[in-house]
């Protein structure tokens, strides 16, 4: 790819099994101007899961010592490697809804940061305007420049997050169809 990507996708993850079915998620996309920063909380990378998501297009690192806070500090340590115009947070258990969702919001955006709905436990997720307890980490579309993940060790850290965002405008896509999909929570473990 030449240039700046126009997103970078953030996977915090503690080496699951879904991260198999969330880079493929990720690989499969028509839209091809993306990145992929995957930060593990381990104190050892598996190598073997490591050999099944390797891709061109993605890089795999580990923050310096396991933190075990619901990912923030791995999505906090990522941004450094991050050159996208707009961030997507997708935590390694959840996954792209499909195919052509990048590209389908690529033309959309316009503003600082986008609020987009999700499907959540089988049902659509959206609040506007959102807030603690309200929102997911994968509901939001940041520009880089202002989406640097806070380092705290809160699991309501992407409320804070997103409320810390509200001081930027920003778009609201109701109707759009889920980008993402949460099957279940895993509450960082």
């Not at 099944?52 to 580990?62: D, M, P, Q």
């Not at 993940?149 to 778009?171: C, M, R």
Request: charged residues 25%; negative net charge; aromatic residues 10%.
């Amino acid at each position: 790819m030449l240039g700046k990507p126009r997103f970078t996708i953030i996977t915090p993850t503690l080496q699951r099994e879904s991260l198999v079915r969330c880079c493929e998620s990720v690989d499969k996309q028509t839209f091809r101007s993306w990145e992929h920063v995957v930060m593990a909380d381990v104190e050892q990378l598996d190598q073997e899961l490591v050999s099944r998501v390797r891709h061109s297009g993605r890089l795999i690192a580990k923050c310096k010592s396991p933190h075990q806070n619901f990912g923030n500090t791995c999505r906090h340590n990522a941004w450094t490697f991050a050159n996208g115009q707009y961030l997507l947070y997708l935590d390694d258990d959840n996954y792209l809804a499909d195919d052509r969702i990048l590209e389908d919001m690529m033309n959309l955006i316009v503003t600082p940061w986008a609020l987009f709905p999700i499907l959540r436990h089988g049902g659509k997720f959206f609040t506007d305007p959102p807030r603690t307890c309200h929102v997911d980490t994968a509901n939001v579309i940041v520009g880089r420049e202002i989406g640097r993940w806070p380092n705290i060790p809160d699991y309501t850290a992407d409320g804070q997050f997103v409320e810390s965002l509200l001081k930027y405008p920003y778009q609201a896509f109701p109707d759009f169809r889920p980008i993402v999909v949460m099957e279940k929570s895993n509450e960082g473990k």
